[in-house]
C-alpha cells in the first residue's frame, strides 16, 4: 500500500542551526501539506502545495521557514535559524485533489536545543 | 475565522459502553467535516467524512448544521478504539483545520 514517506524520523539540533526535513507523497498526489503539531495540540497547516505551486503560506513563518516542491513531486521545509519554540512534529501529508482525503506521513520530530 | 472546537482533552469510558466525541466548527459557509484518528504508534488517518455517511469500525458522525456540530459516536465502545481523534473541517477551496483532539482511554 502506498504511504507519504518523510525522513528524517528524529531530528535534534542545536538553536540557530539549520535543519531540513524531507517528504515523498503517494504517487500521483498533486496535493501536499506540511503541519505542524506541538505536544496536545491539533495539526496546524504551514503549507499547502498544489502540484509545485504554494495554495496557501498564510501561516509559514517566512522569516525562518521555507518550503518547495520544485518538480511537483517530493518536498523539503527548511527552518533557518531554529528556535526553541520549533520543537514539535512536522507532519507531511498528500491528497490526490485540494482537500479530499489527506494521507499523512509519520512526521519528523524536531527537537531543538 | 474557521475554526473547530474538541472541548475533552481525555475522554474514559468502560468497555461496552456508549461514547460521543464532541466536535463544534464555526463557519458561516458550507462545511466539510472528517474525522481523523491517530492510535498509539501509527500515523494520523481518516475515519470517516461527513458526505460519505459511512459508519467505519461502527463509528458514525452526523453534521448538525443548526448546532454546528460533527459529534463522533459508537454504541458500544471496544478497547481497541483507545486512541487520539481529531476533528477537522474544510471548504472546497480551502485549508483543512484541525481541532486540538480528544484522547479517547477505553478502559477494561
Known amino acids: 500500500e502506498a504511504e507519504v514517506a518523510q525522513s528524517p524520523r528524529y531530528k535534534i539540533t542545536e538553536k540557530s542551526q539549520a535543519v531540513a526535513f524531507w517528504c515523498d507523497p503517494i504517487?500521483?498526489?498533486?496535493?501536499l501539506y506540511w503541519y505542524r503539531q506541538i505536544l496536545g495540540q491539533g495539526p496546524e497547516l504551514l503549507v499547502q502545495?498544489?502540484?509545485?505551486?504554494?495554495?496557501?503560506d498564510s501561516q509559514l513563518p517566512k522569516d525562518r521557514f521555507s518550503a518547495e516542491r520544485l518538480k511537483g513531486v517530493d518536498s523539503t521545509l527548511k527552518i533557518q535559524p531554529a528556535e526553541l519554540g520549533d520543537s514539535a512534529m512536522y507532519l507531511c501529508?498528500?491528497?490526490?485533489?485540494?482537500?479530499?482525503?489527506?494521507?499523512f506521513g509519520q512526521g519528523t520530530r524536531l527537537t531543538v536545543v | 475565522a474557521q475554526r473547530v472546537t474538541q472541548p475533552e482533552k481525555l475522554l474514559s469510558v468502560f468497555k461496552g459502553a456508549p461514547v460521543e466525541l464532541k466536535c463544534n466548527y464555526s463557519?458561516?459557509?458550507?462545511?466539510?467535516l472528517f474525522w481523523y484518528v491517530q492510535y498509539s504508534r501509527q500515523r494520523l488517518q481518516l475515519l470517516l467524512r461527513?458526505?460519505s455517511r459511512e459508519s467505519i469500525k461502527g463509528f458514525t458522525a452526523d453534521l448538525n448544521k443548526g448546532e454546528t456540530s460533527f459529534h463522533l459516536k459508537k454504541p458500544f465502545a471496544q478497547e481497541e478504539d483507545s486512541a487520539m481523534y481529531y476533528c477537522?473541517?474544510?471548504?472546497?477551496?480551502?485549508?483543512?483545520?484541525f481541532g486540538k483532539g480528544t484522547r479517547l482511554h477505553i478502559l477494561p
Open positions: 501529508a498528500s491528497s490526490l485533489q485540494l482537500n479530499t482525503e489527506a494521507f
Open positions: 504517487s500521483g498526489h498533486a496535493t
Open positions: 502545495f498544489q502540484d509545485e505551486s504554494v495554495v496557501d
Open positions: 463557519y458561516s459557509g458550507s462545511p466539510e
Open positions: 461527513h458526505i
Open positions: 477537522a473541517l474544510t471548504r472546497g477551496d480551502d485549508k483543512i483545520i
